[in-house]
């Protein structure tokens, strides 16, 4: 499993599967230490505008394959 850099994350497009609740993105991130995976979605302004909303989860387990 790739590990971030200390203080940076990555998130990629996410198939939702035709179930459109599921995030728009999801990926993950390392910040001061502590590993989140994070969830996001395409939103929009009353304006229009189109924005990102973020929901970091932080992981408390990860899993290691021997």
Known sequence: MYEHKENSGSIF???KEGK???PDYTGS???DGVDYRIASWVNNTKDGK???SLNPLTLFAKICWI
């Open 29 to 31: 991130a390392r910040v």
């Open 50 to 52: 189109e924005y990102l």
């Open 20 to 22: 459109e609740a599921r």
């Open 13 to 15: 497009q996410n198939d």
